[in-house]
């Protein structure tokens, strides 16, 4: 699924984060899927995720240099993917 | 069983399969087998299950692992036994824990799945059922499982979709007499709307006895590997990452998590590195010492010893270590085997030298091979099997 900067995203409800680490382990109790977020800034971006701020924003307010956005885009499409993440 | 799903994310910090080798503050997930009661006797049982151990777990002390779960964050948690749906508090736990943010599977027999446990699974969130079944027909089935017990889990199977519960999994242990089944095994999950799971058999518990008879052969792996690949629809529990020695990974993590990232919780409550090593040397603690399995999971010699860089002993020199582990540890000491020996499958053949020294009891190194630590085996009820079976032991009540 591909996620663009201008995207407004949450956290799916029925998500929950476990902090690691590496990043973070996120559990759907809905479809059972469990994903690690393998990267503590990609952790931050996702709980930057309000409904309110765009992806981007969310990218501005952890600092994600504009070299990396690209792989942080790809990794948030997977997670939209898999219903961790949804349009707000 | 380890997760189905990995997501690859931006440049991590350190490879993901590392960070679970050293080990987790908590598990991602456990086993829980709940009651070691159960009205079947299957010969590859991984708990030798049967009786009702007197001093299981009261719903209270399970309510108190919940707790402890729910504290942790550990997500979900795999219900089993023995058959789970014999405690009369199955339903309370099951709500209980679904209640505190850790979710159910839980797998059953199907024997006591009726019209109205079906329905009343059905209207829960955060479960999901796995019912066992090993083999497409009857015939197959029944001379692992007992006479009936493929009746029993199509029954089971029809409830579920009659309640509209979704997609379930139905969940069968590869051996040599259904391998060839396995195209009509998932056509059979799909016509009630599940998903097909297949999962390793292991020579622990009673299938200490019936493993060399009952194990795929050399091609039938070779056969299983190629059904595997590609396969996404078909959930394995990362249960055969040795054959990934063949050449292409199959997808999960390809490691053992034992004592890294998942663990056992038996009945009584004893904490074990694995579901498939019921046996003293890998007893880390009970849920029921002070601290509980939080103190066991952080502070165990056993669990600090797992996460440590194994020794690639014997397959120092193979190529293909990095693609399978070494395999998995409870194969190997339930066949006499050491912990740095090739697994006894190895697909590359490389264990077929060790397995013909290892005879009457003795191991290939000269030490007797394990015997699992309980047996819960029912008295005077025979073990399905067409081989005759040397006496069972029983250690424990």
């Known amino acids: 699924m591909v996620v663009r900067t201008e995207d407004r995203l949450v956290l799916h409800p029925d998500v929950a984060l476990r902090p690691e680490r590496f990043g973070a382990l996120a559990y759907h109790f809905g479809n059972r899927r469990l994903s690690f977020l393998k990267h503590p800034d990609l952790v931050a971006v996702v709980e930057a995720l309000d409904g309110e701020r765009t992806v981007g924003e969310a990218f501005d307010r952890v600092g994600v240099a504009e070299s990396r956005r690209p792989a942080f885009l790809t990794a948030l499409g997977t997670l939209s993917a898999s219903e961790m993440v949804r349009a707000a | 069983m380890p997760p189905e799903v990995v997501h690859q994310p931006p440049a991590a910090t350190r490879p993901l399969v590392d960070e679970f080798r050293l080990g987790l503050d908590a598990p991602i997930c456990l086993t829980w087998e709940l009651t070691y009661a159960c009205n079947l006797s299957c010969s590859h049982c991984l708990s030798s299950s049967g009786r009702r151990d007197p001093r299981e777990l009261s719903t209270e002390e399970c309510f108190a692992v919940v ?179 063949f050449g292409e990974a199959l997808p999960g993590l390809n490691l053992c998590g034992a004592g890294r990232v998942v663990f056992l919780i038996d009945t009584v409550g004893e904490v074990y590195a694995c579901p498939f090593v019921i046996h003293d040397e890998f007893l880390a603690g009970n849920v029921r010492d002070p601290g509980g399995f939080t103190d066991v999971w952080r502070s165990s010699e056993l669990f600090a010893s797992l996460r440590e860089p194994g020794s690639e002993g014997a397959c120092t020199s193979c190529g293909s270590y990095d693609a399978c582990q070494g395999g998995c540890m409870a194969s190997k000491f339930f066949v006499g085997l050491d912990l740095d020996d090739p697994d006894p499958e190895c697909v590359l053949g490389n264990a077929e030298e060790l397995l013909d020294r290892v005879g009457a009891g003795v191991g290939a190194h000269g030490a007797p091979v394990p015997r699992p630590t309980a047996d819960h085996s029912r008295p005077g009820v025979a073990v399905p099997s067409p081989v005759t079976l040397r006496p069972t032991r029983r250690t424990r009540p």
């Open chain 2, 67 to 245: 707790d402890e779960l729910q504290r942790l964050q550990v997500f979900y948690v795999n219900l089993g036994g023995g058959e789970p749906m014999l405690r009369p508090d199955f339903f309370p736990i099951v709500e209980y824990a679904i209640d505190h943010q850790v979710g159910v599977k839980f797998s059953t027999n199907g024997t006591f799945l009726d019209r109205d446990a079906a329905r009343r699974l059905a209207a829960m969130d955060y479960l999901d059922v796995q019912i066992s079944l090993d083999g497409a027909t009857a015939a197959v089935n029944d001379a692992v499982r007992g006479a009936g017990a493929h009746r029993a889990s199509l029954q089971a199977m029809e409830h579920l979709a009659d309640a509209g519960f979704g997609a379930f999994k139905v969940s069968v242990v590869v051996t040599r007499e259904n391998v060839d089944e396995l195209d009509d095994l998932r056509a059979l999950a799909e016509s009630f709307g599940a998903q097909l799971r297949v999962t390793r058999l292991r020579p622990s518990g009673r299938g200490a006895d019936t493993w060399d008879r009952l194990r795929p052969t050399q091609a039938q792996q070779r056969q299983l590997y190629a059904w595997l690949l590609g396969r996404d629809d078909v959930l394995t529990g990362d249960s055969f990452f040795h054959l990934s020695a």
